[in-house]
Each structure stands twice: as C-alpha cells, then as structure tokens.
C-alpha cells in the first residue's frame, strides 16, 4: 500500500509539473503553428526570477511565483514583438520561426548565466514540511505543485471557454482568415496566446526548480518532455496535452519503480513511437487540421 501511495504521489506531481509546462506549448502551436524552442529560456528566466524575489529582496513564495509569472509573462509577450510578429507573412513561417526561437532560447538563457553564474542553487522558493497520507510522508512542495497546476489549468480551460479572449484564441487557431473577417484581432490575439504560454512556462520554471535545483540549463529537459507529451497528444491539441500529461506522469513514476530512474524517459520515447505508428496525429489529434 505504501508503494501504491508513492507511486500515485509521484505521478500526479511529474504529471502536474508537466501539464503546466506543455499546455503554454500547446497553446502557441494551435493558435500560430508556432513551436516555440525559447519555451525552454523562458522556463528558466521564470526560476531565476522567483529566486532573485526571494532570495535578494526576501519576497514571500507566492509574491516570488506572481513575479515570475510576470517576467515570464513579459519575455514571451517580446519574443512576439521581436521575433514572431516581423515573421508572420514570411513564406516559410514555420521554419523560420523554429529557427528564431532557437536563437531566442539560447540568448535568454547565456543572460542568466551572465547574470548569476553557472553554479547549481536551491530555489529558496518551497514550502517545507510533510504530509501524513496513509504512513507516507508526502512533501507539502508536491502539494502545492499539484493545487498550483490544478489552479492553472483550471484558469487556462475558464479562459478560453468563457470569455472573449478565449473565444477570439479558439477562433483563430480554428480558421485565421474567418475570424479576421468576423472582426477578431489576430495579431492581439497571437500577443495574448505568447504571453500566457510565457507566464505558464516561468510558474513551470519555479516548481520543477524547487524539486531539483536552478542551473541555467535547466529548460532543456522539460521543453524536451513537454514536446514529447504534445506530440503524443497531437500538436496543438490543449485539454489533450493536459490529459496526456497527467497520464505520461503515471507511466513515468511507474517505469521508475519497477525499472529504475534511468528508463523512466526511455519508457516516454518508447511510448512516443508506439503512438506515433497507431496515430500518426496523435492520441486527441485530428488526421486533418487547416493552418495558417
């Protein structure tokens, strides 16, 4: 029973720390069909943040995750007006853009190492103590991950299906040009999208960081999972990726029990091929979507 207990415990943190990270991905993909490769900078700018709030202005941890958000929120908002917005009507948009936030990712993250070094820190954000749940001592950090990943999916799914910006986001990934034609901004809408997919990836930043430690380096490994868990989704695909998120959480936290840690992300590139040969577009993917 205690294995049991671990094993679930372990999952639905892996499985929230993930959703929060691949629904920001998601999201640009189906409304732009933008992969963002700074998602990964943006993680890291988002950890750092919350680590200069707290630990040089002495910051309480939720004022240190609103200013991440923040950062985050602003990097991605300047990654469309620098990078993406001067790119929209190039012929081969896609491309160019994957190429550009590569470049992007890599600035944001050689700033940090410029500015606090390349040494490995503790995020002082956290929330110390433990949880007694049927004999196993639950950290109060996996508890908070999950109430905060919970409280954003559940404020991504009431933005998009109850308000305007919501309703003008879904508009345009489903048919750019008709929702121009209905009066939807989209060049607005596409700032929005970066900018919550900005302040997702920093609160992403803050919690895996404060189950690990902070290194400037630290964005590739989640940006990496995060593509896995969209494609397995199928790109584009949000209430998908959150769902197959929490999922691939399980699969990993139960690969590592019975195999070890070393397969646990062998076990997510396994499961990537053998997606990808049943559903070649993914698990909630249609066989068919129009694009930009």
């Given amino acids: ?92 948009f896609e491309t160019n853009i994957f190429i550009a936030t590569i470049g992007v990712g890599a600035v944001l993250e050689n700033s940090v190492l410029k500015v606090f070094g390349p040494y490995v820190k503790p995020q002082p954000v956290a929330f110390p103590g433990v949880l007694m749940l049927s004999g196993v001592a639950v950290p109060y950090q996996n508890v908070a991950i999950l109430v905060v990943a919970m409280a954003m999916m559940a404020g991504v799914a009431a933005l998009l299906q109850g308000t305007r910006t919501g309703r003008a986001i879904r508009a345009t990934s489903q048919n750019r040009d008709a929702a121009q034609l209905m009066g939807v901004h989209v060049q607005k809408v596409y700032a929005q999208v ?57 699969l990993e936290a139960g690969a590592q029990y019975a195999f070890g840690v070393r397969y646990g992300f062998a076990s997510l590139l396994l499961l990537v091929i053998v997606v990808l040969i049943w559903r070649p577009s993914g698990l909630f993917g249609k066989s068919r979507i129009v694009r930009l």
């Fill in 1 to 92: 029973m205690d294995v049991w207990v671990q094993i679930v415990v372990s999952g639905l943190t892996l499985g929230a720390l993930y959703a929060i990270s691949t629904v920001g991905l998601s999201l640009v993909y189906g409304s732009m069909n933008m992969l963002n490769m700074a998602h990964g900078g943006i993680l890291v700018i988002g950890g750092y943040t919350a680590f200069a709030a707290s630990q040089w202005f002495g910051a309480p941890a939720i004022v240190s995750i609103v200013l991440a958000m923040a950062a985050g929120g602003l990097v991605g908002l300047l990654i469309f007006v620098v990078t993406a917005a001067p790119l929209l009507g190039s012929k081969n």
């Fill in 194 to 250: 970066l900018t919550l997919s900005g302040a997702l990836a920093a609160i992403s930043g803050v919690m895996i960081s404060s189950l690990t430690s902070l290194s400037p380096t630290m964005g590739g490994d989640p940006m990496l999972k995060a593509f896995i868990i969209c494609v397995v989704a199928g790109l584009g695909n949000t209430y998908g990726a959150a769902a197959a998120a929490i999922a691939i959480g399980f």
